[in-house]
């Protein structure tokens, strides 16, 4: 039996300490590492991924006003079908800018709330069946409120 440690001997305990620190340690430090190179996207990028976002809302509002201009005449439905697709691409619109519309306040809260106006008139006067002109002015009006919310105008 020795009655001296050897110095030449560390003990099981103490290395098992020393490798839970060091992968601790280390695990930090990669933390860190990896954090530091992620990069947060630009607010070009970020205007560009919303504007991506908000393009079915434009295509919305465009494709509204020419189904439409083809479906009423006199306040009555000429063409059911083409009726029906204009008031589908004004709910596209809609369900578009809802989708964006916290970035969209983000950069502007009265533009936000005008792209909403404008989205609101545009769906009313289809819904009544107002003249293909009055559709026309208010997709015109939704398109540049769209266009002014996304920095574009």
Known sequence: MDLYRRPDRVPARMLGVTAA???LVGGVAGYVAGRATDKEPTLAQRLTDLRRELGPAQQGIELAATE????????QVIAP???AA????????TE???RAREELRALSATRAAAVDRSLASLAT???RRA???QVDRLSAAANTALAAAAGRG
């Open 81 to 83: 079908s083409e009726y």
């Open 86 to 93: 204009a008031r589908q691409d004004v709910i596209k619109a």
């Open 125 to 127: 006067a289809v819904e």
């Open 21 to 23: 620190v060091t992968l």
């Open 131 to 133: 003249q293909p002109e």
């Open 68 to 75: 439409y201009s083809q479906a009423v005449r006199g306040g």
């Open 96 to 98: 578009a800018v809802a």
